[in-house]
Structures are given as C-alpha cells and as structure tokens.
C-alpha cells in the first residue's frame, strides 16, 4: 500500500516535472502546472478569493501553490493505491484538467496541451512499471524489492532533473539583462526629482514607513502565477478602437518624447481597513491624454480598455485619462526602469482610481471603446465598473496588541484620498474627543499624507480610531463595508496596552 502510494506520487512527479519541461517552448501557461493554477486564479468565486487575500495576503500564490501541491499529492497516492489501470484514469483524468487549464489561458492554441499530455503519457508509463515491480511476488534473492527501489530512485531523478531543467531555462529566457540594460528617459523637472527633499513630507517617526515606499516593500497584487516576462525592444503598445488614426508605440518612439516624473499613491481594492495594499512611488512616464490625443478620440467613447502581456483587462473611465491629471504609461519606478512584478517594460498609472480599473501592468494594448460595449477582468468578477479611491486612513504606529510605556507616546499613521486630497486627520482614544493630528505637508492631492499625534499615554487597556477627512472637509465614513465591490470603509482602530 505504502509502496503503491509512493508509486503515484513518484509518476505525479513525473508528469509535472517533463510537463514543466516540455512546456518551455511554449511557455509557462502551457506548463501544467502554472496552467492549472492560472486557471484556479481566474475562476476562484470572489468570497474565496476575497478569504485567500485577507488570511495570505501577499503571500496568496505561495498558499495556491502549496495548496495545489497538496491536493495533487493527495490524488497521485490514491490513484497508485487504485494501481493501474484505474490510477492510469485517474491521472488520465488530472490530466485533461491540465489540458483544458492550458487550452483556455488566453493566448494559447491547441500545441498548448503537449506538455501536459507527454507528461500524462510518460507518467502512466513510469506508473505502470512501478506499480508491477511493487506488486511482484516476493523474491527470493530481493531482486524485485531492489527492481522497486531502483526504478523509484529513477522515476524521482526524472521528475526532479526534468522540473528543474525546466524551471531553469524557462527563467533563463527572463528579461533581467534587457531590463538591466534599459536606458530610463531624463524626465523633465517639472516636479522635484526626490519628492520630499524641499518639502516635509516626510515625518521621521519610529514604525511609520518611509513617504516614499521603496520597491521592495511596494506591494504587489496581480494574476500572473509566473511573472511575464517582455522585452522592451520587442514590447509595442497598440492604441486601436474608436480612434481617428491606429498608433503602434515602440521604445524607440517612446525615446523621441518628453518624459515625465510624478509620485502618486497607488492602492488596491482589496485592501482592508488598515492593511498595506497601498504604497506611494515617484513614477518616470509618459502621459496618456498625450497619447490618446494624438490617436484621436472618436464621439461616443467613455472608457479605455488596457490589456497586458498576460491578458489581464481593466476598464478606465476615459474622461479620468483625459482631465488632466498625472495618468501615466510608466516606465520608471523610484528611479529604476520597472521591476518586473511591477509592469517591466510599460504599465499604467492612474491617480484616483483603484489598481484594477486602472494599474494595468506589462500593458500592450489600449482600446478605446464604450463601457457598454465591453467588461473587464475584475468587473466580470463582480467588481465596481469605475473604481474611484475611498478616502481611508491607517495607524501605523503603535502597532495593535502591543503593549506601549506609559508617557508620551507618539500615534502616527498615513491617510489617502488620491486625486482629491487630505484636509485632516482626527484621533480618538478609547470614547473620547476626536483631536485633530499634525499632518505633514501635502506633496500632491495625488499622494497620501503622513500624520502624527503625541499622547500621554496613562497606564490600561486603550483603543484608538484614526478618522481622514478629505480636501472637501468630508469626513471618511463610518460605515464598515467590505472590499467587494469597490473598496473597505470604515474607521481604522488599534487596542493597545500601556504599562
Ligand atoms: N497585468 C496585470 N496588471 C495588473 C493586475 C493584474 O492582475 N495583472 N492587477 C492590478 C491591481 S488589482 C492592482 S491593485 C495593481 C497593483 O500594482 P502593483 O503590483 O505594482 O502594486 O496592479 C494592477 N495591474
Ligand atoms: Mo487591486
């Protein structure tokens, strides 16, 4: 039983490791593996995926995959417990998953599903001889016992040499030396090259992170279980629809340009109350109403539909792009060309409105059309068509549940309202008055705010609410509503204890 269970996990491995490896001339979505999580991504139902982001955060793909790993595991030991040939249907089974997983990635075609099929066919093979050699009558000289050991060792070299083959040329092919090799454009100064150096926008206060969020710890939310890997000489932007005249943009075009540098505060959706789905950068681009007038606008258009490398969709309100506001196609992050998981080589940056309608990293194509013509990824997930940004604030410090000296103790925090600006912020502890904190002074209504109160912190349990008001005098609102559809709501608050 043991024996047989090994052998299905082993010929699982099998068909994910030469799957991996057959799938590198066709890329990573035609990789079972990726194929089938990809797939997962895109048809999980909002209440899962809404659990998956507020218990893993982040670390959402990582839980996919060790999540994925387990049920293939589970199955694989049960399908070599049914032993061939009823283990060979079953794997026949995972496998036409994997094959309609591969089929309907966006971009794909029918050469999409060999790798999973020569994966399933050298699997059943390695199945079916592992399962005889467990199965053979005992030997009388430990023959078979060694026949099983040895073609088990065999089975789990081809599974693990073939997955890492693959993994290691499919992440050779990667664009770190294009990347590395990307001239940035001089954007023209209109704004101070290091926001912050001749403003105070930044409070040097323990535990509130820095005005400028590096890149490192800029948060990153996307579908692409596999990073897109595009190459900026090969990278075009087409620019097509209800337009007078096509453009197709290339780098080399990009260069002839005036760049510009703005920091705007980027945020997403799915951030909770309170949480870190938010982060502000200094973004090097392009504008877009530049390069939508040149295309010229058609009557009637209300929306553009961006769409990136990896068929990821979003649908921005046109007259958002063409206001006049800081709409970016960014290439530079922080003075850097963009990392990778930001949208290497191109993405969109629009102040105002969440990332999903709006973000669109590795972009490829914008469409100028009609909200009543066409839908996009998360708004066919039941999403907000227009995604404007809530006003909403955070306490960053003290950190809640911890346990704080008595005395003064400083509450500091960061408040948001993209593109129409922070006016105040107020704290409360416990039941008490709402006191207005010191803000730090505002960069652009475009960017978050840092803020601070000092407070003589007497020894108990206390619990602090943050409130923002926003440049109209509005106060951010009570009400706790969830992220589904279009952005949490709700006063953040910490408890601490002081001592
Ligand atoms: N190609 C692609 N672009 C995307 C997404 C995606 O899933 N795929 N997610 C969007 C969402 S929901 C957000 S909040 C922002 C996040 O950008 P960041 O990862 O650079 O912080 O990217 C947007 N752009
Ligand atoms: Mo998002």
Same mark, same amino acid.
């Given at each position: 039983m043991l024996k047989r269970a090994l052998s299905g996990l082993l010929a699982a491995g099998v068909i994910l490791g030469v799957g991996e490896l057959v799938s590198v001339p066709f890329g990573p979505n035609s990789s079972p593996f990726y194929a089938v999580g990809s797939a997962v991504v895109d048809n999980t139902p909002e209440a899962v995926r809404e659990w998956a982001i507020d218990t893993f955060g982040t670390s959402d793909k990582t839980a996919l995959f060790v999540g994925m790993s387990l049920i293939i595991a589970a199955l694989a030991a049960l399908a070599g417990i049914m032993r061939a040939p009823r283990g060979a249907v079953l794997f026949v089974g995972l496998g036409a998953a994997g094959v309609i997983a591969a089929l309907t990635? $966006?971009?794909?075609?029918?050469? +999409?599903a060999i790798p999973t099929v020569t994966g399933v066919a050298v699997g059943i093979v390695v199945l079916n001889a592992l399962i005889r050699a467990a199965e053979s009558p005992e030997p009388t000289q430990g023959i078979s016992r060694r026949s099983f050991l040895g073609l088990a060792v065999a089975a789990g070299a081809l599974a693990v040499v073939a997955g890492t083959a693959g993994r290691m040329i499919g992440q050779a092919r990667n664009v770190t030396a294009n990347r590395l090799a990307f001239l940035l454009p001089t954007p023209?100064?209109? /704004?101070? !090259? *290091?926001?912050g150096a001749d403003l105070n926008t930044t409070m040097n206060i323990d535990g509130l992170p820095s005005y400028i969020t590096p890149n490192e710890d800029f948060y990153r939310i996307d579908t692409a279980l596999v990073l897109p890997q595009v190459p900026s000489n090969t990278w075009k932007l087409r620019i097509h629809g209800m337009v007078e005249r096509e453009l197709e943009i290339t780098f080399e075009d990009l260069m002839q340009r005036e760049a510009v540098e703005k920091t705007v505060t980027l945020t997403c /959706? #799915?951030? !909770?109350?309170?949480? +870190?789905?938010v982060g502000n950068a200094t973004w090097i681009g392009y504008p877009l109403k530049d390069l939508l007038e040149e295309a010229g606008i058609q009557d009637g258009a209300d929306m553009v539909l961006s769409s990136s490398y990896d068929a990821f969709t979003a649908g921005t309100p046109l007259e958002v792009l063409l +206001?006049?506001? +800081?709409?970016l196609l960014a290439v530079g992050m922080n003075g850097q060309p963009l990392p990778v998981r930001h949208g290497y080589p191109a993405r969109l940056v629009v102040p105002g409105?969440?990332?999903? /309608? *709006?973000? $669109?990293? &590795?972009v490829t194509d914008l469409e100028v059309t009609r909200f009543d013509k066409v839908t996009a990824y998360w708004t066919d997930r039941? &999403? %907000?068509?227009? %995604?404007p940004i809530k006003t909403a604030s955070r306490i960053d $410090?003290?950190? *809640? =549940?911890r346990t704080v000296q008595a005395g003064k103790t400083m509450i500091a925090g960061v408040a948001w309202h993209q593109h129409? =600006? !922070? #006016?105040g912020v107020d704290v409360q502890i416990d039941e008490g008055n709402w006191m207005p904190a010191t803000l730090s002074?505002?960069? #652009?209504?475009d960017t978050w705010r840092q803020w601070v109160l000092e407070w003589d912190a007497p020894p108990g349990n206390h619990t602090i609410r943050a409130r923002a008001s926003d440049a109209n005098g509005d106060i951010q609102t009570s009400m706790t509503a969830d992220t589904v559809p279009d952005g949490a709501t709700g006063y953040p608050q910490i408890s601490v204890s002081v001592s």
């Open positions: 990635r $966006t971009g794909n075609n029918l050469l +999409d023209k100064p209109q /704004v101070p !090259i *290091s926001p /959706v #799915s951030n !909770i109350v309170g949480g +870190d789905l +206001d006049g506001r +800081d709409a409105l969440y990332g999903y /309608v *709006s973000a $669109t990293k &590795w039941g &999403w %907000g068509e227009l %995604g $410090t003290p950190r *809640s =549940g129409l =600006g !922070i #006016s002074e505002e960069y #652009s209504k």
